[in-house]
């Protein structure tokens, strides 16, 4: 007999652990399964709930278990086999089952309170050939009916929203109402997709003829396609070396093994022309998963999922764990990007849940980059991951040359400009020729801080440690961490000296300083300011696609996979701004993103050009994305890694306490570390503040931990769980983020 149900409870409570017995009512005793959302009561509250278990023995008391309330949905969440997987990432990740759960189903999905979509359409009911006998008496006596009946009279197999039909012939609504009521219509309703396809209502396309590389490739991994046994490919391929077409390619093998496909993309409303292309190739078969969509969007893409009816989900870093039918394979594109680490609970890497997903359902992963993370590359390196590459560009394009700009002798002679004479003179030629141009900035706003010259005082945020930043066009200093807005002092808050200023450059300053050196061009910008509102990446990259922008201005987003062949420049503006960053990946960051904003150039018939002015001319990671030169990247950086002892070497946890009272955070920290200082870490850095010690009015103080063994890691996160976290009763939060991706 199935008597008790073990759930996940979703209550915001300190205790490390909210799974609990529960009885099952016996109206539910038939349909309850795992992986069903219930409310279950605790304390006062009726949360929301996951059943994990089944079963005919409890060890909780007869008299203290309290039964389970009602369904949320009599519909199945997840299989064993996801709940493994979350399993899984919980023990990982050290976070809360319920937070894994939560991360992978949409809460508009399990919440249950968000209405599936219909459309009610209208068709024939009567037979067809009494239409003429309805007509003869419906002529004289009801003309609108009448209008009807003869529309589908004409178009006897046609089915209509009530509102075109009404429309389109202009009679009332009641006319159907009738015709219905008479028998001789009927509605019909049906659900539907809250995402049009239309939007993307391209043109099927074939497939190409794969190059020799390619070919190499796909034959590479569709051999192992059918071995029960796990592979992660390394597909390491330069910009434009047609890795895209790789995958779909891949994806149509799957498919046609009746099986379905993952494609995870770092943001995918970034990369409508990637979307664009798979649409072309699988249309219908296509679901996407984004943080851009509504609740209703998700919803309906997650059921086309659940259902089968999408074999193939494009996402983001959650898409991960969409519940795709007979999983066949994973692939991830643009592998090295930050945004598949999520940076709040739980802090999980998509790329290594991807890992353990493939494992556990004994299918391959495809892991793509022109610029692998150095963790990947190094695991293809030790024969961990497998490495497959595509080493020149499709029809054997140059890679663009890169010029790089020593910015101090540019002052020297006299240029106080934000840019360079070259930069400035290639900019012309290229609004000459009637090319477009990029320029990239990896900050957004008019200025990066404002400072006193009298006393040096920075204005820094009221609720957060860090500086704020000027807005130009809403005169506003603003946080980029919390949002908060100040308006800009005229005097210096500090000294009172009216020497106050804005110092270093955003995208909003570029974008101004571009429009007086070239006031002819259409200059256009794309951050985080200009794209808030849904549909506008597509917006300005429909734009650039259609010429109508000379020159494009932007962050990160311009440096995206845009592939557009009359692009003929790519400038950047400094490379210093992620170099200075006290990070150990900034020296990697600054290569991938320099190698990708140079990628986007030189992709049609004209040769591009890309130009990086900097004050570090010598830095290797500049050198390197200078001469397109991985290897010289990975040996300079894996060397200082295993130097100063960090990953790949080393496997790394950060544990941040979080309090508004700085002295409770501090506290916590060095009983943590107490607790944590005789375990078998190779090194414990901390606690100290955090780099960033205040973020939206709270304090954070850090410690680091760095194992030369993982199981050592694994080891001292149980303990945590079940030991140290379990027995806790305080509000102080404590961030535990594995294998951070970033030390701020
Ligand atoms: P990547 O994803 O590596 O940047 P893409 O797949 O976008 O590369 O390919 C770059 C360009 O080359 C695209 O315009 C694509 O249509 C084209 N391309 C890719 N594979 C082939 C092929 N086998 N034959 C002809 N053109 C190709
Ligand atoms: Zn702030
Ligand atoms: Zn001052």
Redesign the pocket.
């Given at each position: 007999m199935n008597k008790y149900a073990e759930v996940a409870v979703d209550v915001p409570v300190t205790k490390f652990d909210k799974v609990y017995d529960y009885k099952i009512p016996a109206d539910m005793k038939d349909k309850l399964q795992i992986g069903m959302a219930v409310r279950v009561p605790f304390g006062k509250l009726k949360p929301s709930s996951f059943v994990l278990n089944i079963k005919e023995t409890t060890k909780v008391q007869e008299d203290k278990i309290k039964t389970i309330d009602s369904f949320i949905s009599e519909e199945k969440f997840f299989e064993k086999k996801d709940l493994h997987l979350y399993r899984w990432v919980s023990d990982y990740y050290c976070t809360l089952l319920i937070n894994v759960i939560k991360a992978a189903v949409p809460t508009a999905v399990y919440r249950g309170n968000i209405k599936k979509k219909t459309v009610k359409k209208v068709y024939l009911k009567a037979p067809e050939d009494e239409i003429k006998m309805i007509l003869n008496k419906l002529k004289n006596r009801a003309p609108s009916q009448y209008k009807v009946m003869k529309f589908f009279q004409e178009h006897p197999n046609t089915k209509l929203r009530v509102r075109d039909l009404v429309g389109n012939l202009e009679v009332y609504r009641g006319a159907v109402d009738s015709l219905v009521d008479k028998n001789f219509l009927d509605f019909e309703t049906n659900v539907i997709r809250r995402i049009a396809d239309r939007d993307f209502d391209s043109q099927l396309v074939e497939d190409?003829?794969?190059?020799p590389s390619?070919k190499k490739v796909l034959n590479k991994i569709n051999k192992g396609f059918l071995d029960k046994k796990s592979v992660t490919y390394l597909l390491h391929?330069?910009?434009?070396?047609?890795?895209?077409?790789?995958y779909m390619q891949l994806i149509r093998n799957v498919l046609e093994n009746k099986k379905g496909a993952i494609l995870l993309v770092p943001e995918i409303s970034l990369t409508p022309l990637m979307v664009k292309?798979f649409y072309s190739r699988f249309k219908g078969k296509i679901a996407v998963l984004h943080s851009a969509l509504s609740s209703g969007e998700r919803y309906d893409e997650w059921r086309r999922i659940k259902k089968g009816d999408a074999q193939i989900v494009i996402g983001a870093r959650s898409a991960i764990f969409a519940p795709v039918k007979n999983l066949g394979l994973i692939i991830i594109?643009e592998e090295h990007e930050n945004s598949y680490k999520q940076s709040t609970h739980p802090y999980y890497h998509a790329r290594e849940v991807a890992k353990k997903r493939a494992e556990i359902n004994n299918i391959d992963l495809v892991l793509?980059s022109?610029t692998p993370s150095l963790e990947s590359y190094y695991k293809a390196k030790t024969g961990v991951y497998q490495y497959l590459s595509?080493p020149v560009?499709?029809?054997n394009k140059e890679m663009p040359p890169v010029k790089i700009i020593n910015m101090t002798e540019e002052l020297k002679k006299g240029n106080p400009s934000i840019f360079s004479m070259y930069l400035q003179n290639n900019l012309q030629k290229t609004l000459k020729n009637d090319e477009q141009a990029i320029l990239f900035l990896n900050r957004r706003g008019y200025s990066n801080f404002v400072l006193c010259r009298s006393c040096g005082q920075v204005i820094k945020c009221d609720e957060c440690d860090i500086s704020m930043t000027y807005h130009q066009n809403r005169d506003k200093l603003i946080c980029h961490y919390c949002g908060n807005t100040k308006d800009m002092p005229k005097y210096c808050p500090n000294c009172s000296s009216k020497y106050i200023k804005d110092f270093g450059i955003g995208t909003e300053r570029i974008e101004k300083e571009v429009n007086k050196l070239f006031p002819e061009a259409v200059v256009s910008r794309m951050d985080y300011d200009t794209t808030t509102k849904k549909g506008a990446h597509r917006k300005i990259l429909n734009k650039l696609e259609n010429n109508e922008i000379d020159i494009l201005v932007g962050t990160q987003m311009v440096a995206k996979?845009h592939?557009y062949p009359n692009i003929s420049l790519v400038g950047v503006v400094t490379a210093d701004t992620i170099i200075n960053l006290p990070d150990f990946r900034s020296a990697e960051r600054t290569f991938q993103l320099l190698t990708q904003v140079a990628?986007r150039t030189g992709?049609g018939k004209k040769v591009g050009n890309v130009v990086i002015q900097t004050y570090n001319p010598d830095h290797y990671s500049v050198l390197a994305a200078k001469e397109h030169d991985y290897q010289y990247f990975f040996k300079k950086e894996i060397r200082l890694r295993k130097a100063l002892n960090y990953p790949p070497f080393i496997h790394l946890i950060k544990i941040t306490t979080v309090h508004q009272n700085k002295n409770k955070a501090e506290k916590a920290a060095r009983k943590l570390y107490n607790y944590l200082k005789d375990c078998k870490a190779k090194k414990i850095i901390g606690p100290s503040p955090a780099p960033i010690e205040r973020i939206r009015g709270e304090y954070r103080v850090q410690i680091l931990l760095k194992f030369a063994i993982i199981e050592e890691r694994k080891k001292l996160l149980v303990d945590l769980k079940e030991g140290f976290l379990k027995k806790l009763s305080t509000n102080v939060k404590y961030n535990i983020d594995v294998d951070p991706i970033s030390m701020l």
């Open positions: 190409l003829t794969p190059t390619q391929g330069v910009t434009g070396s047609g890795k895209t077409e790789v292309r594109d793509g022109a595509l560009r499709i029809e996979g592939d990628g992709r």
